[in-house]
């Protein structure tokens, strides 16, 4: 299957600083890349589809200037949690499509970054 | 609001049964249905998927579909110990790359 790559795996950061995380599909482009969020034992929850070359799209009651998404290329997009707070503590998946878009189309995830904010 | 329901389980079964796995979803206009393991601390990794009414096989795993109940469901044939994980419905609208994802089943296969 295709790869995608996240990059932190793991980060501490302390409470008021701004975290950057990476993903990036290795051998396909991704013109829209998914950033989940999945607390313990719960489900991913869609924080905000990144579009390559315009404006991240935000979930109901995500804020968009805590959780700014860039997605420069079309093999990379990074979601920055600006502002940490411990409730940010989460692990956070991103995800890109590799298809059409018709019913051949297959989500690929990153590793997913565990973030501990103290 | 769109959903995609899941038993959260856990659901034990011994070595060498079958586990079901079922999952149910609200939007009728729904084309394509994914299974994904996840293991604990990991990211979610693909299964199975299934877009037509029906069985698809794949090794010992299964999935089954009937749009017409709006319900999808996967069954894993002798089950091992290494199976134990949780398992994550996603449904993806047509036209769109958006996945819904359920709450997941946690499995235990037991030894």
């Known amino acids: 299957g295709a790869v995608v790559s996240q990059h932190p795996s793991r980060v501490i950061c302390k409470s008021g600083t701004s975290v950057k995380i990476e993903c990036r599909s290795l051998d396909f482009q991704a013109t829209t890349m998914f950033w989940y969020r999945q607390f313990p034992k719960q489900s991913l929850m869609l924080m905000a589809t990144s579009n390559e070359g315009s404006k991240a799209t935000y979930e109901q009651g995500v804020e968009k200037d805590k959780f700014l998404i860039n997605h420069a290329s079309l093999t990379l997009s990074t979601l920055t949690v600006t502002s940490a707070h411990p409730e940010d503590s989460s692990f956070y998946i991103c995800?890109?499509?590799?298809?059409?878009?018709?019913?051949?189309?297959?989500?690929?995830f990153g590793q997913g970054t565990r973030l501990t904010v103290v | 609001q769109k959903e995609v329901e899941q038993n959260s389980g856990p659901l034990s079964v011994p070595e060498g049964a079958i586990a079901s796995l079922n999952c149910t979803y609200s939007?009728?206009?729904?084309?394509?249905f994914f299974w994904y393991r996840q293991y604990s601390g990991k990211s979610p990794e693909l299964i199975m998927f299934i877009y037509s009414n029906g069985d698809k096989e794949d090794g010992r795993f299964t999935a089954q579909l009937n749009k017409a109940s709006q319900y999808v469901s996967l069954l894993i044939r002798d089950s091992q110990p290494s199976d134990s994980a949780t398992y994550l419905c996603a449904v993806r609208s047509g036209g769109t790359y958006k996945y819904i994802f359920g709450t997941g089943t946690r499995l235990k296969v037991l030894a």
């Open positions: 995800s890109a499509p590799k298809g059409s878009g018709g019913g051949n189309t297959e989500a690929f």
């Open positions: 939007d009728r206009g729904s084309q394509s």
